[in-house]
């Protein structure tokens, strides 16, 4: 069994991106998954106040910080997937979103203190949701994010709406929306045994051998390459005095 | 066996681009997979000219145009997983990587063609390299781009380094390119058999159901919401009133 | 005179954010500015609600939710300049940042409710600060959102630095932010005239006339640009049929 | 006089890209500017080579490429603003587009070989189109982009559109687009006198003393900060025992 948790980061609990958010849920579910519905609005989440910066370690589960953020890392920690939904403010997610996110490092940061982001292995999809614009400048960002905190992504894992209007009446971004259920859910079975288990960092003892043999390739091309660049700049140059005089 | 192809993005076959490439593809060697390393350019690719805007069903392989990309096309159907390197140029890839990438439309637009993208399914890793900065903004971009084509996208699938000088001096960079070689070749292992699987066209028969149900369930949350809004709304009213007055 | 806010939206209050953006404030100053500095961490800004998507006159000035943005949008109105300086956190500026931009649209949805932006012409300029990436793709989004609502950007209007260690020692950031502070200050000297006189909404009266003219055009040249288009798919066809036999 | 060169950097030259430039450029016209409109498509310009990773200095007009670019470059040159339209392929500019800026850093990077931007105090205006979406992300990337090399961005310096049909029919889309024309020859009007003179390197001198003012304010507050924190963090240390004892 898999759970995936649906996170609405739009302060209108019955607007256009929980609705998308509910039928990717609906068919997460069909395929086979436990699923739960978050709207942030209904917690409190205080800004993060970037410990990190002031000391690595010092940003760890739990957070020092205290609020509600306490009862959505334990959700996060006992799902195996995450889609996330939120509107589009800005070009950007809603605050509340980024706010939520910020606070994620603390999940994320465990790398440092204990070799290991706690998200690493789970499975994130997205959902945009605009009146007008920036809905893919939110998942480009929302996708970077995420899987730099180590999540895994499946094919097709965004849903996005920038019109007025009902969007369950555009067929489009709803079929959108199925399938980030079904991809996340499906993705979320084939990889779950590799929770935690994705980043190697035993890679680095291999470095130096690596870095050498690239190493020699690269300036065995660089000899031949610059050979040939330095030709062309010598006709720029001489074409360049030949128009002077 | 899984295939891996990288793609150097760099004009520069022998810098910073490439070398993260390499140490990419060394190590999805070790984790089992075959590789080929391809330098853009040395290949004519020719720009998009957008067909589909005149014709959604006119961009198809074979591609009209006729150019090397007619190589690259096999190369990346025969591929399971892809690794993009490219340098940021003016917070961007390449112009190079650009009509790479535009020409890729031609296998993703078979959806419309034949019902599902031909990359449906393969695995993405995205290397970016500048003297400055962007990386992330490139990254970002590729990710959204290379998933809405189908792509999966393995936990930490980027690695990037935004410095003057040698990367291979820096073993942050080049550990986090050894990983992306790492997690591509891995996920391809897991997902391989679902290629051309992710996608379910036919969730469109239980849209109407699910739209149903979803529309009643925000409209009963609707309902007692607006009610909470408008008092905010009248307070705030009654307030200005009484400044005014 | 001339008067420019800085705004730093990092929590930590003595970090590299604040001291890029005194830099750039100290420099306006000696452009002759007034300047004042505002650590939004002091200020109790709650998550905007989305009035405009049930209203699109809701929005408006003031703000219906009651708490210390009341003092930032006074601020923000006195002001020619505006400085936003963020900490990176996940390739988007902090959520704290982004609930104060979020809250902004009540001076900006201004142009619904009476015509006009109450931010129209007013200059901004950014400062970006990670200690890893990430810089630039907040500065493009706080790019696109600050003229989106109407500010104007000087030229080289954006500082960034993604390294560890105190920026102050960093002669090219610090560089960089002093030219923000400068192009801020000019600016506001040269458009401060035409606040709130940039955007004419009267030119909808001539959008037909232009629109006919445009439109002849087009057609005129897509008549000989699809013969030459039918063409290439003509040959295209012809070498995939002798392929096929 | 002013003058404002509109780029068409769709291969289209008779599509909306097309049609939404030319609305722009007639009211440019009309607010007293001179205008002249380029289908990139029409010029072959080769990819940038990156000369300035092998050396900072060797990126210069005139570029060591000799193709159509030379007549861009006369043409931008000559041009106080700039209005560059694109198509958006994959949430990026076209190939061409992107071709288009790699190779204009030859006139930027005359920063470094005679210490100004070429481009410096010159204005520019985007306009973006797609059939889908991703129109925002690529009008943020060419704002950094273009304020990056020293173009002045004036409000609202921005017209999108991500829907099929003919554009001339979307009215919000079409005022957008002359609000663009306008707004570029208001600002090129403006600013014309201050081309090249933007930026200030001689602030330099003035680095030193600035750093160490801001140094110490900064680390009087930190005193005051750094104290406030330790409590936070004992605090939740505390707790933390005492829930594991």
Known sequence: MVRVVGINGSPRKYGNTFKLLKVALKVAEAEGAETELVHLIDYDIKPCIGCLCDDQKACRYPCVIEDDMKELYDLVLESNGLI??????WFSPSGIVKNFIDRLTALE????????SWVEGKVAGVITVGNDSGVV??????????????????????AYYSQEGN??????????AA?????????????????RKWYDAELKDELAALARAVEDEAREVERSELAKRKK????????????DG
């Not at 399938?179 to 929770?195: D, I, Q």
């Open 109 to 116: 940061n465990m790398v440092v203190v204990d070799g290991v």
């Open 179 to 195: 399938n980030v259920g079904r991809a996340v859910a499906l993705m979320c079975k084939h990889v779950k045994h590799l929770e």
């Open 232 to 243: 062309i700049f010598e006709k720029a140059l001489e074409k360049a005095f030949a128009t």
């Open 137 to 158: 400048h939110v998942l480009a960002t929302l996708y970077a994010t995420l899987n730099g905190m180590g999540f895994a992504i499946p094919p097709w894992a965004m």
């Open 167 to 176: 969007v369950l009446a555009d067929e489009k971004a709803t079929l959108a």
């Open 84 to 89: 996330i939904a939120t509107p589009v403010y």
